[in-house]
């Protein structure tokens, strides 16, 4: 998050927009959810965009940091962005994400927490996934599984 952190110095905690991408990680009817270590809540792996960056480049570099996973292939399920992905850091940082969305059901390594953002990796079925869901990925989340039906 450089490029953030250095807009930061400048701009303090005010509303910044933020471009970035998550990635819907599917294995056998399964999204895999991490747990996040700032807010303590479910989300999908994910972050923002670096200067020169690609989306989809962000969403593989994002998967690969926060879960030891590589996308093989990524298939762009959506673009999120409006008042439902404005989101306050428990630290006070302000941003409106606009936020690419990639399905990936094609990846290979092994499951490893990176330790710093996130707690836990887990895969969670369709049908049961928790309501301790983080603000900004709940919309991403909810119309993926509408998609499902």
């Not at 490029?3 to 303090?12: D, Q």
């Not at 850091?89 to 290979?108: I, L, M, Q, R």
């Not at 990796?121 to 869901?133: C, D, G, Q, T």
Request: proline fraction near 5%; include cysteine; hydrophobic fraction near 35%.
């Amino acid at each position: 998050m450089g490029y953030i952190m250095e807009l930061r110095k400048i701009v303090g905690s005010r509303a910044l927009i933020n471009a970035g991408a998550c990635v819907l990680l599917c294995s056998k009817q399964r999204l895999l959810l991490q747990l996040r270590t700032d807010n303590g809540l479910w989300g999908l792996p994910g972050g923002s965009m670096e200067p020169g960056e690609t989306l989809e480049e962000v969403a593989k570099r994002e998967l690969l940091e926060e879960t030891g996973l590589e996308a093989r292939s990524l298939e762009l399920f959506n673009i999120f962005s409006g008042k439902d992905l404005y989101y306050k850091y428990p630290h006070g940082d302000e941003v409106y994400n606009v936020v690419s969305a990639y399905v990936c059901s094609d990846f290979e390594g092994a499951l490893k927490e990176d330790g710093v953002e996130v707690q836990e990796l887990r895969f969670f079925s369709y049908s049961e996934i928790p309501n301790e869901l983080s603000p900004p990925d709940k919309p991403v989340i909810y119309k993926f599984l509408e998609s499902l039906t």
